[in-house]
C-alpha cells in the first residue's frame, strides 16, 4: 500500500481534524462507537493472509469491522499487474459473507494518487471527532513510517494498530534502529491494553499479535506464473475469478 493508503480520498487543503474537533467536540458522557478497523493495499491479490489478519485484529480489539481499502495508484510503488477494478472485484469476492469485513471503492475510482493522511482526513470528515479509527499495518511496515507523507498527523487522525507475527523480530526490540523520532513517537504513544483503542478516537499504538500465515501476493503470482496451482493459499472465488479472466 505505499505509504499506506494511496489515491483513497481527494485532496483536502483546508479541512483538518482539529477544525472538526473545534465545530464537533467529543462529549466525555457520550456513549463512543466501537473502533473501525482500516486495512489498505493493493491486494494483487486478495488472499488468507489478509483475511485471518483482519479477522483476528477484528475479534481480539473489539473492532466493530475492517474496511478494505484497494490502492488505487500507489505512487511508491510499482504499479500492480491487475487492474484497479480487477483488484477491487477480487476483493469484493473474498470478503463476501463475513459480516466484520467492509469493502471501499473509492481509491479504485479515484483519478489520482493521494496519501493515508489524507485518507484519515476524509474518513474524520465523514465519521466526525468521536468515531476511533484504527490504521491497521504490518509491525514491519511500521519500520518505515518515517518516510509516509505526512506522517506525523496519522496519530492525531487514527490508532496505529500493529500486527505482530511469531518469529518476526518485535518492534520493541526493533526500536533502536528507528529514526529518533519515530522512536519518541512510539515510546510516548505505545499502549499495553488494547482498551485505550475504545476510550479516545485516536493516539494510540498498539501491538497486536497474530497468526504467522507466509503467504504473499508476490508469491501466489509466481505460483501461477509457473503453471502450478496457488489452491489454499487464497478463496476459491478469488482464484476462480483469476482463472476465468488470465491474469497473472
Known sequence: ???????????????SY?????HNPPSPLASRPSPLGILGGTFDPLHYGHLRLAQ???QGLGLRE?????????????QPLA???????MTRLGLAGNP?????????IKQTPCYTVETLLDLRRELGAVQPLCLLMGADAFLGLATWHRWRELLDLAHIVLAQRPGVAGIARAAATLPAELRETLNRCLVHEPEALHDKPAGA?????????????????????AGHSPR???PDAVLDYIQTNGLY
Open 66 to 78: 475492517v474496511c478494505f481499502i484497494p490502492a488505487g495508484q500507489p505512487p511508491h510503488r510499482a
Open 100 to 108: 466484520l469485513f467492509s469493502l471501499d471503492e473509492r481509491e479504485i
Open 56 to 58: 483476528e485484529l477484528a
Open 205 to 225: 499504538i498498539v501491538i497486536q499479535p497474530v497468526t504467522a500465515l507466509d503467504i504473499s501476493a508476490s508469491q501466489i503470482r509466481q505460483e501461477l506464473a
Open 83 to 89: 487492474s484497479p477494478q480487477q483488484r477491487l472485484e
Open 232 to 234: 489454499y493459499l487464497l
Open 18 to 22: 482539529a477544525a472538526l474537533a473545534r
Open 1 to 15: 500500500m505505499g505509504d499506506g493508503l494511496e489515491g483513497f480520498c481527494p485532496a483536502l487543503p483546508e479541512y
